[in-house]
């Protein structure tokens, strides 16, 4: 295939997108930008940037503490309730609070108090190191033959469920797990999972952060116990948008939360000195909502409740397909190999391509100075370049320019004059 050819269906793939509206409901204001790091932060709705003018203008300048009794009170249940359509969960079952970290430790906390008796927790090596820690936080506060056993990859892409299931025995209080990894892209199959951990009796805990609004959830379908995830990747709710978390219907009541803020507490407004479980799925809030950080969520929910899972994951599959495609055809020969499972089953939403000069390629590519484009993508350690499909926004004619500017960039050698130092934030 020749560029020229690969450029033409590019074009033609976007003329037959069906979603091709929604990008421009997305604020962009540099043409010769190309953003394929949706999965690390979204890009900014123009609703978004609305509600935050209104928000501070109108509810928070003019209204002042009224607002809380119109929707400020209530808006991290409602926008739970709308999470979970998305998540394939049930009204109730979802509130947005706190960050990812934060609610994995209230949840894992829970879990393993529930399941008292039982002193072993599971995770795997393509977890990312936040959850890790987290647990591994909690072991030492659980002291007492509490353990943490990490599964390790045999390729380091993917999981082998027969390891996974190796590990989880009669003593496994909680097995946690992301959906999607953040470097591989590597998805688990999330009902197999969960049934042969719930075998063993003991609870599943999935981070959803790499998969909520990038593949039709199946919290309910998989009969999953517990779940968190955050809201600034797919979800486009802006820098330290506030995290989310799911609890099963039927446990809500059973579980506790190690932190009981007056949030959580039955009516927070009666003051009282002895701490009364809140209803439900509200029992697991602590404190205050940040209401300006919250509200920018809601945008890019109604437009995936509207355009519906099924369609965003076939474009996002269709897409990562030409990339991979263009990959093969115009990166392998340059020293590219995959960084990400092939199979679209066991994949997410973004693509990951390896190179030993990543971290340089990806200098060269965000240089305004190289290139009729500025690309950006992200580096993980060590050499992966992740991109990210983000089918409200990306389009195919994008793929195509980021495919040709890396190849344009390696054939030319124009990231050696990069150090390969690496920067705070990669
Ligand atoms: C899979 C996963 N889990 C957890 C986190 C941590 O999220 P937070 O910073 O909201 O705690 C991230 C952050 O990118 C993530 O990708």
Wanted: aromatic content about 10%.
């Amino acid at each position: 295939m020749e560029m020229e050819s690969a450029y033409k269906e590019a074009l033609a793939l976007d003329e037959q997108d069906e979603l091709s509206a929604y990008r421009s409901r997305f604020i962009s204001g540099d043409e010769k930008l190309i953003y394929l790091d949706g999965n690390s932060l979204g890009r900014l709705p123009a609703e978004s940037k609305a509600i935050v003018d209104r928000t501070v203008n109108l509810e928070w300048g003019e209204r002042l503490i009224r607002s809380w009794n119109a929707d400020w009170f209530t808006k991290n249940r409602e926008l739970g309730d709308k999470i979970a359509r998305i998540a394939g969960a049930s009204e109730g079952e979802v509130i947005v609070t706190d960050t990812t970290s934060v609610n994995l430790y209230k949840l894992a906390h829970a879990a393993l108090k529930y399941k008292e008796g039982r002193r072993r927790i599971v995770t795997d090596e393509l977890n990312f190191p936040s959850d890790i820690y987290i647990l591994q936080g909690l072991v030492k506060a659980f002291g007492d033959g509490y353990e943490l056993t990490v599964v390790p990859s045999r390729d380091g892409l993917t999981i082998d469920t027969g390891d996974l299931k190796a590990n989880i025995d009669d003593n496994t209080a909680l097995v946690s797990l992301s959906h999607v990894a953040f470097k591989s892209a590597f998805r688990y199959n999330m009902r197999e999972i969960t049934s042969l951990v719930h075998a063993k009796e003991a609870m599943m805990l999935w981070d959803l952060s790499h998969s909520i609004g990038a593949v039709p959830g199946e919290l309910n379908a998989s009969g999953a116990d517990l779940a968190v995830g955050c809201t600034y990747k797919y979800l486009n709710g802006g820098p330290g948008s506030p995290a989310f978390l799911y609890v099963r219907k039927d446990l809500q009541d059973k579980l506790s939360s190690p932190i009981w803020g007056w949030f959580g507490e039955k009516n927070p407004f009666d003051f009282t000195l002895e701490y009364r479980h809140g209803e439900g799925i509200s029992r697991f809030l602590a404190g205050t909502p940040p209401i300006l950080a919250l509200k920018t969520i809601e945008p890019t929910l109604d437009m995936m409740n509207e355009a519906g899972m099924e369609r965003i994951r076939k474009k996002s599959v269709e897409q990562s397909e030409f990339l991979l495609k263009l990959a093969e055809e115009f990166l392998h020969p340059l020293g590219f190999r995959p960084g990400s499972p092939l199979d679209p089953e066991k994949r997410g939403s973004h693509v990951s391509l390896r190179h030993p000069e990543a971290y340089r390629i990806c200098k060269a590519l965000i240089d305004p100075g190289v290139g009729d484009y500025v690309v950006i993508p992200d580096f993980r350690e060590p050499d992966n370049i992740r991109l990210g499909i983000t089918p409200l926004y990306t389009t195919y004619t994008e793929i195509f320019l980021a495919v040709r500017e890396i190849s344009e960039i390696v054939e030319n050698k124009l990231f050696l004059k990069y150090l390969s130092n690496r920067e705070k934030v990669t």
